[in-house]
């Protein structure tokens, strides 16, 4: 049964450049998005069939580093498609509500007038896995520690952030190379204390501009 979520926008609809590319090619990791126009409002609806959203999927359970790290090589591999077929990354919606799970894969919406940056997006992304990551699996902690500390930065490497992350651990210890990340292994039974620290800042991150994300697929 197709199933399918809409999200609009209060001003007339446009036909460019990008929805025509949308309409006529299935990017992959991309949900199959149609745009049109309804009372001078701009209507955008995704195929969602068959798929649960994030948000849902972890409203009552904790996540996994593995399952982290399949969010992780889902959004790289998203970006590179979306790259390859000269679309504007920071259209990715990296809000929980509109990224959708099926079968160890996570889907995108694609959404042409969306003003946030993918930084700042992914940044945001990163605060929420903070709240529902499972704190008995040390694996987790030191991905999301890692994650939402670098992405704190004003200007930060979100491929090599990812790549980091998706390592596994028997071959790179990372989480030893980063800042206090001893401590925190030391101190297990006190993991959210810093994450807590984080969160409350209030200091403002600034976004740097897309220089473009060049992925091997070896490194997937």
Known sequence: MERKITIEESVPYTEDYQNK????????????????????????DYDVSGKVSMKALYEKHTMSGEEIKILLKSILRVVKEVERYLLNVNCILMDPEYIFYTEEKYYFCYYPPKEKS????????????????????????QIVFLLHKETMKE??????????????????????SQE?????LRETENLWTPMKRFLHRRRKPKWGDWDGLYIEEEDL
Do not use: P
Request: with cysteine; charged share 30%; glycine share 6%.
């Open 118 to 141: 993918l930084w700042e997006g992914f940044h945001h992304l990163s605060e929420y896995l903070v709240k529902c990551a499972d704190y008995q699996d040390k694996e987790c902690v």
């Open 180 to 184: 206090m990340g001893s401590t925190i």
């Open 21 to 44: 590319m949308l309409e006529e090619n299935q990017v992959e990791g991309l949900l199959e998005m149609h745009g049109r126009g309804m009372d001078d409002k701009s209507c955008y």
């Open 155 to 176: 200007n930060y490497s979100l491929e090599q952030i990812i790549k980091e992350c998706v390592k596994e651990a028997e071959e790179h210890d990372w989480i030893a």
